[in-house]
């Protein structure tokens, strides 16, 4: 590609990331707005709404829940994630495709029919409202970004080293543990990233799962319908920050596994 077409592709990227932030322009303004309804452009400059998300209690009841259930989602999107993508891996032809399949289906099924199926799955045999029906319909959603993530980083781990560890001795399990899961490491650490952020920002599964549950993304669906305050804004804006962070450490992961292989390729 020459410098013209390398030009391009820049501007375009530029442009498309322009495009995707453009919002936080007015956004981050507005959350910082002194004033009790959502104005733009602000008239003064305050802080109190991220104050008031952090110290208000139904914000910060909200904001607590939706970190202890994306903690939750996470580990058992992980260990589910982790099982299933060996399994993926280890099955040869169309029954580790049809596997692979499967797993990711919820990342294909729209995000209202999954929520509406899982509604009607869990309200049959009466399981709704509560922690763990509403840990287990993210978990739905989360453990398949765990599973992409970690067949990609299975697939290039150098399956030498396991024999290796079966003939000195260990079994399946002290061999997968001792060996396999530090060269996993990063893939584990990204697919986690995504999982814990598929549980945090869900509405559509916690609207029909979680009954009169509240998480953050609820809290500010529930203050748009009720009353406009800058406060929806400041949330937003925290939830903004936290998935750029997260998925920066997610892509810096991807980049050290990457570098591993890289390294490992050249010992050979």
């Known amino acids: 590609m020459g410098k013209s077409g390398r030009a391009f592709l820049a501007?375009?990227?530029?442009?498309?990331?322009?495009?995707?932030?453009?919002?936080l322009g007015f956004l981050v303004p507005i959350s910082l707005n002194a004033s009790e309804i959502l104005g733009f452009p602000p008239t003064s400059w305050s802080t109190r709404w991220y104050g008031a998300l952090?110290?208000?209690?139904?914000?910060?009841?909200?904001?607590?829940?939706?970190?202890?259930?994306?903690?939750?989602?996470?580990?058992?999107?992980?260990?589910?994630?982790?099982?299933?993508?060996v399994a993926i891996v280890r099955l040869q032809g169309m029954?580790?495709?049809l596997l692979y399949g499967l797993a990711v289906g919820p990342l294909i099924v729209p995000g209202i029919v999954l929520a509406l199926g899982v509604f009607m799955v869990f309200a049959r045999v009466g399981f709704l409202q509560n922690f763990v029906a509403l840990a287990l319909a993210h978990a739905v959603v989360a453990t398949?970004?765990?599973?992409?993530?970690?067949?990609?980083a299975l697939r290039n781990v150098d399956e030498t080293i396991t024999r290796a560890a079966r003939v000195s001795g260990a079994g399946p399990l002290r061999s997968f543990v001792l060996v396999t899961v530090p060269a996993l490491r990063p893939a584990l650490l990204s697919g986690a990233m995504f999982a814990f952020f598929a549980s945090f920002d869900?509405?559509?599964?916690?609207?029909?799962?979680?009954?009169?549950?509240?998480?953050l993304p609820m809290r500010i669906w529930n203050d748009l319908n009720l009353r406009l305050d800058p406060t929806v804004a400041a949330a937003a804006c925290m939830m903004v920050a936290m998935s750029?962070?997260?998925?920066?450490?997610?892509?810096?992961?991807?980049?050290?596994?990457?570098?591993?292989?890289?390294?490992g390729d050249r010992h050979e």
């Open 144 to 152: 398949p970004f765990v599973i992409i993530v970690v067949v990609a």
């Open 54 to 85: 952090l110290f208000e209690p139904s914000w910060r009841n909200a904001l607590v829940l939706s970190l202890q259930l994306a903690v939750v989602v996470t580990v058992i999107a992980v260990l589910v994630g982790v099982s299933a993508a």
């Open 11 to 23: 501007l375009w990227f530029v442009a498309i990331a322009a495009f995707l932030l453009f919002p």
């Open 244 to 263: 750029v962070v997260g998925l920066a450490v997610a892509e810096l992961a991807r980049r050290a596994g990457e570098r591993l292989v890289r390294l």
């Open 202 to 215: 869900d509405l559509l599964i916690t609207m029909f799962v979680g009954g009169t549950m509240e998480t």
């Open 95 to 97: 029954r580790g495709r």
